[in-house]
């Protein structure tokens, strides 16, 4: 909320009169009030020495405040709930789920520009907003729209690298290789072996960052038409925006499936800093390697199973549950199969996270999504069941901290439902739309300078002789 600190004394004005809603009401209101008609680079430039004066501040006056306890457990635990990251864009509540600059999914849904009335958030108006904290315009997001466009054009050597890979390697080595093909062309790369102060890094970040996202869609689109379509290409259309866009490269054009893809790009582009991807790319970018290197990075935590291929896993296995009970399986098979894949040793995937413990707010939205525009669809019906049977067996486990549906348990049956059905490239979707939250971060890590990221390590023997003493 600090963030709009520094405004006119016209918005100053109006915050104070703000103040007097609910403190969510004067968030939203002040992110609207915001927005002027300039472009995108031009309030970044604006919001940068104000960003940095704050950050500044809080060091110098808050510096030594303690944030919390670590503890052996959270040394050994995967770092769970240690705070230690700054993460500008999106903030987690366990039990209410993302925000992206304060808004919610269902307040993003309301107030960022759709391409159709009363429609999904255009990603585009997503990114603007993750970059600089205010909702856009109709005008800005479509000028954003343009821009994207005239830097989406992917260089021939990309297509090549892509083609050395056998065909049947899977969608995210393929999509990974591209990104690092891309790197050819790092702006940050070029500036930083130029001399390029510190102060300045942020603007060919910023170029690569937008560069790179222009030009993913096509090199995503490019694996999946290479893999699943006889390497069928269908070029860009300038006239699509860039969900739409990107679902006609792929080759599905139903006016559905367009706002399907709006939704998803929207819904998976940040989940604060700490999950695999975004932390991953945050570490990488420390050393001041360009966003392309950070990316690829990213992109290789995303492929991990607990991470991004979660959505391909849960496809595949609902798809086994058909198969070996048919679609219209009823609760206690349902309970007693998903109590063999726990048997056996195996995750019930889409269920469960490391920071949520509700229902992920990602998975309401598209549950919203299906009752709206398929709710007779056999998958959607058996997701629905699993709603229901999943959580009791989960908690009946006694160790699942949360288990509660996550985004991942409800996005393969609404591609499915439109024909995008090979769930091995589900995660390249999950990585296209999450290059706008990680690329956006990336701006303001060079933006606000923050230093290489370095944790300390200890080994058993350390924290053995450590907790003797204590004790
Ligand atoms: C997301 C996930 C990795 C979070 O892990 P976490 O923070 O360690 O979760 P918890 O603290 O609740 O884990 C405690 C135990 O419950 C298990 N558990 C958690 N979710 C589970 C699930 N969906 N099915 C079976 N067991 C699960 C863990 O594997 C762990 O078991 P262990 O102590 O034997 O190693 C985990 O919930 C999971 O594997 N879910 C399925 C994969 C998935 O959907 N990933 C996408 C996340 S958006």
């Known amino acids: 909320m600090a963030f ?8 100053k004005f109006r915050s104070r009169l ?43 006056e808050h510096g030594k405040v303690q944030l919390g306890n ?38 993003c849904q309301k107030v960022l520009p759709a391409a159709v009335e009363g429609g999904e958030p255009l990603p585009e108006g997503l990114l603007w907003l ?46 990974a290789t591209g990104v690092m093909a891309l790197q050819v062309d790092s702006e940050f790369q070029k500036a930083y072996e130029k001399g390029t102060p510190k102060s300045k890094y942020w603007e060919p970040t910023y170029e690569d960052v937008m560069n790179l996202i222009a030009r993913l869609p096509v090199v ?4 999946y038409r290479r893999i699943f379509k006889d390497g069928k290409v269908i070029p860009s259309d300038k006239s699509l925006d860039y969900g739409a866009n990107f679902s006609h490269m792929l080759g599905f054009d139903d006016p559905k499936m367009l706002e399907l893809m709006r939704l998803y790009v929207t819904i998976h582009t940040d989940h604060e800093g700490g999950n695999v991807s975004a932390h991953t790319a945050h570490l990488v970018g420390s050393a001041l390697s360009d966003p392309y290197l950070s990316f690829a990075a990213a992109l290789n935590g995303l492929a991990g199973p607990l991470h991004g291929l979660a959505n391909q896993e849960v496809l595949l296995w609902i798809k086994s549950v058909v198969v070996e009970c048919g679609e219209n399986i009823s609760k206690d098979q349902l309970k007693d199969y998903v109590w063999k894949t726990l048997n056996s040793g195996k995750v019930v ?15 309401t939205c598209q549950r919203e999504f299906a009752l709206k525009h398929l709710p007779e669809d056999p998958l959607f019906q058996l997701v629905s ?16 901290k949360n288990p509660w549906p996550n985004v991942d ?58 907790c003797a003493k204590s004790a």
Not at 30 to 49: F, G, N, R, T, V
Not at 220 to 223: D, G, I, P, R
Not at 439 to 461: H, I, Y
Request: proline share 6%; glycine share 8%; net charge neutral.
């Open 18 to 60: 703000a103040e007097q809603t609910t403190s969510l009401g004067s968030v939203r209101w002040l992110q609207m009030q915001s927005s002027s008609e300039q472009d995108l680079k031009s309030q970044l430039k604006e919001l940068i020495p104000e960003q940095q004066d704050r950050l500044k501040k809080i060091k110098s």
């Open 349 to 363: 995937p889409g269920f469960g996270h490391g920071v949520l413990r509700k229902t992920d707010p990602r998975y």
């Open 385 to 400: 069941k699993l709603y229901e049977v999943v959580p009791p067996v989960l908690t009946e486990l006694g160790k699942v």
């Open 130 to 175: 993750l970059l600089t904290g205010k909702v856009p315009s109709k005008e800005q997001t479509s000028a954003l729209t343009s821009e994207l466009h005239s830097r989406c054009r992917v260089p021939d050597h990309v297509f090549n690298a892509i083609d050395a890979l056998p065909v049947g390697a899977h969608p995210m080595t393929q999509f």
């Open 409 to 466: 348990a409800h996005s393969g049956v609404l591609l499915n439902h439109f024909g995008l059905s090979e769930a091995r490239y589900y995660t390249v979707l999950f990585g296209v739309s999450r290059s706008i939250g990680i690329g956006s971060q990336l701006v303001w890590d060079r933006a606000l300078g923050l230093p290489l990221e370095r944790p300390k390590s200890v080994t058993m023997d350390w924290l053995e002789k450590h």
């Open 4 to 11: 709009f600190r520094g405004l006119s004394t016209v918005s």
């Open 220 to 223: 995503a689109a490019y694996v």
């Open 70 to 107: 670590i503890t052996t457990d959270m040394v050994i635990g995967g770092m769970r709930g240690m705070i230690g990251l700054l993460w500008e864009t999106s903030l987690l509540d366990p039990e209410e789920g993302i925000r992206f600059r304060g808004l919610s999914i269902p307040e």
